[in-house]
Protein backbone atom coordinates (compact mmCIF):
# COMPACT_ATOMS: atom_id res chain seq x y z
CA UNK A 1 0.00 0.00 0.00
CA UNK A 2 2.20 3.03 -1.40
CA UNK A 3 1.51 6.22 -0.10
CA UNK A 4 -1.12 8.65 -1.57
CA UNK A 5 0.36 11.85 -3.02
CA UNK A 6 -1.96 14.68 -3.09
CA UNK A 7 -2.03 16.83 -6.47
CA UNK A 8 -2.08 20.02 -6.23
CA UNK A 9 -5.31 21.45 -7.94
CA UNK A 10 -4.64 23.54 -11.74
CA UNK A 11 -7.23 26.31 -10.33
CA UNK A 12 -5.00 26.63 -7.33
CA UNK A 13 -1.22 27.00 -9.31
CA UNK A 14 -2.93 29.38 -12.24
CA UNK A 15 -3.78 31.73 -8.25
CA UNK A 16 -0.65 31.52 -6.62
CA UNK A 17 0.83 32.42 -9.70
CA UNK A 18 -1.06 35.11 -10.54
CA UNK A 19 -0.52 36.62 -6.73
CA UNK A 20 2.88 35.97 -6.96
CA UNK A 21 3.25 38.16 -10.08
CA UNK A 22 1.11 40.71 -8.61
CA UNK A 23 3.85 40.53 -5.64
CA UNK A 24 6.30 41.18 -7.85
CA UNK A 25 5.28 44.15 -10.32
CA UNK A 26 4.05 45.63 -7.02
CA UNK A 27 7.51 45.12 -5.47
CA UNK A 28 9.76 46.05 -7.92
CA UNK A 29 8.54 49.53 -8.73
CA UNK A 30 8.03 50.17 -5.25
CA UNK A 31 11.79 49.22 -4.73
CA UNK A 32 13.11 51.09 -8.22
CA UNK A 33 11.04 54.07 -7.90
CA UNK A 34 12.52 54.96 -4.33
CA UNK A 35 16.10 53.95 -5.25
CA UNK A 36 15.81 56.21 -8.23
CA UNK A 37 14.16 58.83 -6.34
CA UNK A 38 17.13 57.94 -3.72
CA UNK A 39 19.62 58.35 -5.81
CA UNK A 40 18.95 61.62 -7.66
CA UNK A 41 18.59 63.19 -3.68
CA UNK A 42 22.03 62.29 -3.10
CA UNK A 43 23.54 63.28 -6.04
CA UNK A 44 21.17 66.50 -5.97
CA UNK A 45 21.26 67.37 -2.12
CA UNK A 46 17.52 67.29 -1.62
CA UNK A 47 17.25 64.55 0.80
CA UNK A 48 14.39 63.07 1.38
CA UNK A 49 11.99 64.55 -0.78
CA UNK A 50 12.66 62.60 -4.05
CA UNK A 51 13.00 59.15 -2.79
CA UNK A 52 9.82 60.11 -1.30
CA UNK A 53 8.05 61.21 -4.41
CA UNK A 54 10.15 58.57 -6.31
CA UNK A 55 8.38 56.32 -3.87
CA UNK A 56 5.05 57.49 -4.76
CA UNK A 57 6.18 57.19 -8.89
CA UNK A 58 7.21 53.62 -8.17
CA UNK A 59 3.47 52.97 -6.27
CA UNK A 60 1.26 54.14 -8.91
CA UNK A 61 3.05 52.64 -11.14
CA UNK A 62 2.93 49.04 -9.69
CA UNK A 63 -1.52 49.95 -9.19
CA UNK A 64 -1.30 50.48 -13.09
CA UNK A 65 0.97 47.61 -14.03
CA UNK A 66 -1.35 44.96 -11.77
CA UNK A 67 -4.48 46.84 -13.26
CA UNK A 68 -3.00 46.55 -16.86
CA UNK A 69 -2.74 42.33 -15.83
CA UNK A 70 -6.01 42.11 -14.19
CA UNK A 71 -7.93 43.74 -17.68
CA UNK A 72 -5.56 41.50 -19.96
CA UNK A 73 -6.28 38.11 -17.62
CA UNK A 74 -9.82 38.77 -18.02
CA UNK A 75 -9.70 39.56 -21.74
CA UNK A 76 -7.49 36.55 -22.34
CA UNK A 77 -9.76 33.47 -20.61
CA UNK A 78 -13.62 35.13 -20.14
CA UNK A 79 -14.78 31.58 -21.16
CA UNK A 80 -13.38 29.85 -18.67
CA UNK A 81 -14.34 32.16 -15.63
CA UNK A 82 -18.31 31.82 -17.24
CA UNK A 83 -18.01 27.94 -16.94
CA UNK A 84 -16.57 27.96 -13.20
CA UNK A 85 -19.88 30.66 -12.12
CA UNK A 86 -22.15 28.01 -14.15
CA UNK A 87 -20.51 25.09 -11.90
CA UNK A 88 -20.97 26.36 -8.58
Known sequence: MGKERRKLNPGFLEALQFYASVTMRIGVSLLLGFLGGYVLDSRL?????????????GVSLGVWSVYDMIKLTLRKSPSKLRRRRRIR
Open 45 to 57: GTQPWLAIVGFFI
